[in-house]
Nanobody, 123 residues
């Protein structure tokens, strides 16, 4: 399973960006999809996740500003980021918990990560 993230860029304080992430491969289903971020010199942290049933989880720092959504038919997950702040500057990674078909026809459940997309917010 491969994840391809896009949509990062540079914005000013208060601006907006929308991140997208496409999953591909021999996917049967995806239970949870989400976004994490890693700022320079810091550990990777959860930003938002969405389960297949639509339940969501957000980091306290982004509640009310970010919104996660997913399109299971397209195998996509999105992160709408509004009211961006300089402290949101980080590399954003999408992830997914897929069930896929392995080379032997068996089911494989293994978390996948995208390559990261840089979000820079200037004051």
């Amino acid at each position: 399973v491969q994840l391809q993230a896009s949509g990062g860029g540079s914005v000013q304080d208060g601006g907006s960006l929308r991140l997208s992430c496409a999953a591909s491969g021999r996917i049967i289903s995806i239970t949870e999809m989400g976004w994490y971020r890693q700022a320079l010199g810091k550990q990777r942290e959860l930003v938002a996740t969405m389960s297949r049933d639509g339940s969501t989880k957000y980091a306290d720092s982004v509640k009310g500003r970010f919104a996660i959504s997913r399109d299971d038919a397209k195998r996509m997950v999105y992160l709408q980021m509004n009211g961006l702040k300089p402290e949101d500057t980080a590399v954003y990674y999408c992830n997914a918990d897929p069930v896929s078909l392995g080379p032997d026809g068996n089911f494989v459940a293994e978390r996948a990560w995208g390559q990261g997309t840089l979000v820079t917010v200037s004051s």
